[in-house]
């Protein structure tokens, strides 16, 4: 079983929709992230949740919304999303106070903006 | 602030030759960790090897090993007898080196090198 796992794989919605994307991890870490992945382009770090709490928004529109119900599972809520916001989504989690330990990603999701 | 730096866009090597992907970083922090991953084109990111900077070996996982060198600021990952499936994207990252109470480990990525193996 995949340690984390992301939902949809893929996602296509036009600029008025609101979809969320969801992600779950089963290793028992108490960190999870979200980042963007755009072409040719570092990966973004936009959200960390460490112990359920958000510590880090990196001046991410508020048309991202992010939600973090207990250590296991995180989404991400999107409305009125840009075109400029089509790129593959990835979770990750780790597990706190472990600096040595890796992030493990999910799949990614990716979303397309009409 | 933290820098990563991967020069080489594209990478070809022959199946079965080792091939060095380069990675250097700029930090001002004593303490710090440095990962390599691997992005095949489904997506996913897949961690390969770790250094600390307090290591004095170089760090080895199979095929893998990375070149640190601390004083140029350089964590170059080796591959070793390579094969087709190891064609992907690779990623060199540096781990922040304020451990945070309650602050997740943010980790800062580099451009990525795409490697093709060819036979």
């Known amino acids: 079983e995949t340690g984390v796992t992301q939902t949809p794989r893929h996602l296509v919605m036009g600029m008025t929709n609101k979809k969320s994307l969801k992600c779950e991890q089963h290793?028992?870490?108490?960190?999870m992230y979200w980042y963007k992945q755009s072409a040719k382009k570092p990966l973004e770090l936009m959200f960390v949740?460490?112990?359920?709490?958000?510590?880090e928004n990196n001046s991410v529109p508020s048309r991202f919304s992010p939600e973090c119900p207990n250590s296991s599972h995180l989404f991400l809520h999107l409305h009125t999303l840009q075109p400029e916001d089509s790129a593959l989504y990835l979770c990750?989690?780790?597990?706190?106070?472990?600096?040595?330990?890796?992030?493990?990603f999910g799949d990614g999701t990716r979303l397309s903006i009409l | 602030a933290q820098k990563i730096t991967q020069t080489q866009p594209g990478m070809f090597v022959q199946e079965k030759e080792a091939v060095t992907l380069d990675c250097t970083y700029d930090?001002?922090?004593?303490?710090?960790?440095l990962f390599w991953y691997k992005q095949p084109s489904s997506g996913e990111m897949i961690f390969l090897i770790y250094?600390?900077?307090?290591?004095?070996q170089n760090a080895t996982e199979g095929r893998y090993s990375l070149n640190f060198q601390k004083a140029r600021k350089s964590a170059n990952l080796v591959i070793s007898a390579s094969q087709l499936g190891d064609s992907a994207m690779y990623f060199c990252?540096?781990?922040?080196?304020?451990?945070?109470?309650?602050?997740?480990?943010?980790?800062?990525f580099g451009t990525g090198t795409q490697l093709k193996v060819e036979l």
């Open positions: 990750a989690s780790s597990q706190e106070r472990s600096p040595d330990q890796p992030q493990h």
């Open positions: 290793l028992g870490h108490n960190a």
């Open positions: 949740y460490s112990l359920e709490e958000r510590v």
């Open positions: 930090t001002s922090d004593q303490s710090y960790g």
């Open positions: 250094q600390g900077s307090y290591d004095e």
């Open positions: 990252a540096m781990r922040e080196g304020r451990i945070l109470t309650g602050g997740g480990n943010k980790l800062t």
